[in-house]
C-alpha cells in the first residue's frame, strides 16, 4: 500500500496507549516501513519499546493484554505482543531491553532508511520483490526479502562500528 500520511498519528496513538496502561516512562518509538516517509508499507504500525529488562515487561504484561495486546509471534530475541481489530493485525510491538536499545537492528535499519533514499528504494523493491515470490508460494514475504534486509542492516551497524549480526529471528 502506498504511504499513509497518517501513521505517524496512529504510532503516538498506540504509544500514548502503551505508556497508559504499562510504565508512562518507556522510551517508545515508530519503527518499520510505516516510520519511513514516503515508503509502501503494509498498514501495520511496529513500535520498539525500551523496557528494563524481560521482569518489567512480565510486571506489565497483563495490563497490556487487558488493553488489547496479545503474546504472539514467532521473534525468538526479544518479547512481541500484537495488536488485532476484526481479526487483522494492526500493530507490532517489540520489547527490547535497555542493555541492547542502541544496537537494536530494527532501529538501525529504520534510521539508515531515513537518511539513505537510494537504500530505501532497494528496499521497496526488494519488498515489492517478496510479495511476489510469496504470491507464487516460491517462499516466504519474510525469507525473500531478508537477504536485502540482512545487507543494510550490515551497512548501518558498520557506519556505527558495530559487527554484523544475523537480522532473521523468527523460529
Not at 487487558?66 to 520489547?95: K, L, N, P, Y
Not at 531515513?114 to 520483490?129: G, I, L, S, V
Not at 526479502?145 to 540482512?150: A, D, H, R
Request: glycine content about 6%.
Amino acid at each position: 500500500m502506498a504511504y499513509d500520511p497518517s501513521w505517524p498519528e496512529r504510532f503516538e496513538a498506540l504509544a500514548d496507549g502503551i505508556r497508559s496502561v504499562a510504565d508512562p516512562d518507556w522510551v517508545i518509538e515508530h519503527i518499520g516501513s510505516t516510520a519511513v516517509p514516503g515508503m509502501r508499507a503494509k498498514p501495520i504500525i511496529d513500535l520498539a519499546v525500551r523496557i528494563r529488562d524481560d521482569a518489567d515487561f512480565d510486571a506489565h504484561r497483563s495490563a497490556l493484554e487487558q488493553a488489547g495486546w496479545a503474546i504472539g509471534s514467532s521473534v525468538r530475541t526479544h518479547r512481541v505482543m500484537v495488536r488485532e481489530s476484526d481479526g487483522i493485525r494492526s500493530a507490532i510491538a517489540h520489547f527490547f531491553p535497555a542493555a541492547v536499545w542502541d544496537t537494536v537492528s530494527q532501529r538501525l535499519l529504520r534510521d539508515w532508511l531515513r537518511e539513505h533514499p537510494e537504500d530505501a528504494t532497494r528496499y521497496a523493491h526488494a519488498k515489492c520483490d517478496a510479495v511476489a515470490v510469496a504470491a507464487r508460494g516460491m517462499g516466504s514475504y519474510n525469507a525473500a526479502k531478508t537477504p536485502v534486509i540482512q545487507e543494510l542492516v550490515d551497512r548501518a551497524r558498520a557506519a556505527r562500528g558495530l559487527p554484523s549480526v544475523p537480522v532473521s529471528d523468527k523460529g
